[in-house]
């Protein structure tokens, strides 16, 4: 499965992102799919994970109430809506496939990375 995540940028702190993540393929609505997140220096970290058919969503305690994780099958596109970014959001977002927790190893299919930079 080939992903590819955009929307990423600079933004103020306090001020709101939207990151896709597209597939070609007709197996995306098969997948569950997760947004991982790589801060400077640091290791990559969950985000937030939605099932297949969308009706079962999860995220990481940091983005609880913040981030908003959404798919469109027939459009093949997962969706990360982030409200009230911080600083310590920023990070370059992965999006991946397949997987079924929030460990990234359980996740076979990786898009390239956006960058989000949250100034404050």
Known sequence: VQLQAFG???VQAGGSLRL???SSEHTFTSYNMA???QPPGKEREFV???SWSGDSTSYSDSVKGRFIISRDNAKSTVYLQMNSLKPE???VY???ASGRG???KEYAYW???TLVTVSS
Request: a positive charge.
């Open 35 to 37: 947004w991982f997140r």
């Open 94 to 96: 992965y999006c991946a």
């Open 102 to 104: 929030r460990v990234p």
């Open 48 to 50: 937030a994970r939605i």
């Open 89 to 91: 959001d920023t990070a």
């Open 8 to 10: 990423g940028g600079l």
């Open 20 to 22: 896709s993540c597209a």
């Open 111 to 113: 898009g390239q990375g």
